[in-house]
C-alpha cells in the first residue's frame, strides 16, 4: 500500500523558514521523481519544485531562490526547506510522487496535504 506522509507544516511569521518533510513507503522511491505542489484557497494547485531520480531539480519562479527541495534514497523521504517566507506562500502543501512508464501512462501519488501558514 502506498502512503506518502507530509510533516513539518506549520504558523510561521514572514521571513521565517520551515522543512517539510515526506515520508514515503509502499513503492520503489528511487526510480521516482518527488515533486512539491502548494494550494491556496480559491487558486489552483501549482508546482513548486521538482526532484528527479538522479537528483535534478526544478524550481517555480515564484520559489526560485528561497526553497530548496532535497532527497535521501535510503530513508525514502524528500524535503522541502523553504526560506524567507512571506503571506503569500500560505497554502496546503502537497507531496507527490511520479513515475513514467510508457509515453501514455505513469504511475502518481499524493499525500493528504500539510498546511503552511505565513503571517505576522
Known amino acids: 500500500q502506498v502512503h506518502l506522509v507530509e510533516s513539518g507544516g506549520g504558523l510561521v511569521r514572514p521571513g521565517g523558514s520551515l522543512r517539510l518533510s515526506c515520508a514515503a513507503s509502499?513503492?520503489?522511491?528511487?526510480?521516482?521523481?518527488m515533486n512539491w505542489y502548494r494550494q491556496a484557497p480559491g487558486k489552483e494547485r501549482e508546482l513548486v519544485a521538482i526532484i528527479t531520480s538522479t537528483g535534478s531539480t526544478g524550481y517555480a519562479d515564484s520559489v526560485k531562490g528561497r526553497y530548496t527541495i532535497s532527497r535521501d534514497n535510503a530513508k525514502n523521504t524528500v524535503w522541502l526547506q523553504m526560506n524567507s517566507l512571506k503571506p503569500e506562500d500560505t497554502a496546503v502543501y502537497y507531496c507527490?510522487?511520479?513515475?513514467?512508464?510508457?509515453?501514455?501512462?505513469?504511475?502518481?501519488?499524493w499525500g493528504q496535504g500539510t498546511q503552511v501558514t505565513v503571517s505576522s
Open positions: 507527490n510522487a511520479k513515475y513514467i512508464y510508457s509515453s501514455s501512462s505513469s504511475f502518481v501519488y
Open positions: 509502499g513503492f520503489t522511491f528511487s526510480v521516482y521523481t
